[in-house]
């Protein structure tokens, strides 16, 4: 489902990066960790298509995303890929529903609104959706940020970060929201962070 070989990220006049390989296979969880400095928010960009690599390769769902260009890889990463970003990044002018389904206005896809809002239900933001992202919790727009990664039913979830500002109670809540959201679309789940509490959760992981 998701296979990255040989990657290499250079920043100009920064640091260059390899990534070890890995092999994420659907409805499999991967824990991507280590410290800060270490590349692992730049490893989660090039799975993503955020970056490109400067050698290597990243293949999710049987394409090959790395030789992909322009709208291309656009499209395929709004039908293919989940992001929870570790800010979570909204049009505050839109309301939290609408946020949800921008992605589909900018695709091209069918809205649907309904889908939109059972994703707002089974997260606890039922009564949420009409609201403006800034008027929710912290724990909330986490939670709305995950409700969106989920719009497109994604075979792949990538999620940086997401518990390091987080108390233990907190951080297990929102790992089993992203478990239990993988679960209901049959996605693979990467987590990229430093936040080593997460190793008790999974076994299959790999250390930068």
Not at 11 to 22: A, C, K, L, S, W
Not at 97 to 117: C, E, M, V
Not at 124 to 137: A, E, F, H, I, V
């Amino acid at each position: 489902m998701l296979v990255t070989r040989n990657l290499e990220f250079s920043y100009p006049n920064g640091p260059t990066f390899r990534f070890p390989d890995i092999n994420c296979q659907e409805r499999s969880r991967m824990l991507v960790i280590g410290e800060s400095g270490k590349g692992k928010t730049t490893f989660l960009h090039l799975i993503a298509g955020i970056l490109k690599p400067v050698s290597g390769e990243v293949e999710i769902a049987g394409r090959r995303t790395s030789v992909m260009t322009g709208g291309e890889l656009d499209r395929f990463r709004g039908e293919n890929i989940g992001i929870v970003f570790q800010t979570a990044h909204f049009v505050e002018s839109l309301s939290v529903l609408d946020n949800l389904i921008l992605p589909h206005y900018l695709t091209g896809r069918r809205i649907d609104r309904g889908y939109a809002k059972q994703v707002l239900t089974r997260l606890g933001l039922g009564d949420k959706g009409n609201r403006t992202p800034t008027s929710l919790s912290t724990g909330e727009q986490q939670r709305a940020a995950i409700a969106r990664a989920m719009m497109n039913h994604p075979a792949v979830i990538l999620a940086d970060e997401p518990t390091s500002a987080l108390d233990d109670k907190h951080a297990r809540e929102v790992i089993a929201l992203l478990e239990e959201e993988a679960a209901n679309t049959g996605a693979a789940l990467l987590i990229v962070t430093h936040d080593n509490r997460l190793k008790e959760f999974y076994a299959n992981r790999v250390e930068l």
